[in-house]
């Protein structure tokens, strides 16, 4: 009962991501054709608010709710990074869904989006497996 919370704001970002149309497979389509700036804009704007955010929790030294110092190390660029942005944004264009909104879509009676809810399952419990012998 007391993850009831977080179930609510689950089900209303579902709901603002499909108002918002982020969940469209024809709006993820325009995308990847250069056909609209409606995917990009929203991107874009996540962007900008996680790098103001990182400013602000930098500059005032914010806590965790906990107390705890927040630390964010910097990563070192690995060419691994290419393969796997490559393989996530062919499996994104493939399918049409970002694995975020996978449940929204689901939710909203898209039920061929199983199987690429079930893909990234697979994906990552695979990606599980194999952590140990990947360079990184």
């Known amino acids: 009962m007391r993850y009831i919370k977080f179930l609510l704001i689950g089900i209303f970002f579902g709901i603002v991501l499909t108002k918002a149309e982020v969940i469209s497979w024809f709006r993820i389509q325009e ?7 409606h995917m990009y804009g929203i991107i874009g704007s996540a962007v900008a608010v996680g790098m103001i955010s990182v400013i602000i929790i930098k500059k005032f030294n914010i806590k965790t709710i906990s107390g705890e110092a927040v630390i964010i190390e910097p990563k070192k660029y690995h060419k691994g990074y290419f393969l ?5 944004g062919l499996g994104w264009a493939l399918t049409g869904a970002c694995p975020g909104p996978l449940f929204a879509l689901i939710g909203n009676g898209f039920m061929v989006m199983v199987v690429a809810l079930f893909a990234a399952i697979l994906g990552t419990f695979t990606y599980g497996l194999v952590r140990n012998k990947l360079p990184h």
């Open 31 to 37: 995308m990847f054709r250069f056909q609209s700036f």
């Open 84 to 88: 796997g942005g490559t393989i996530f």
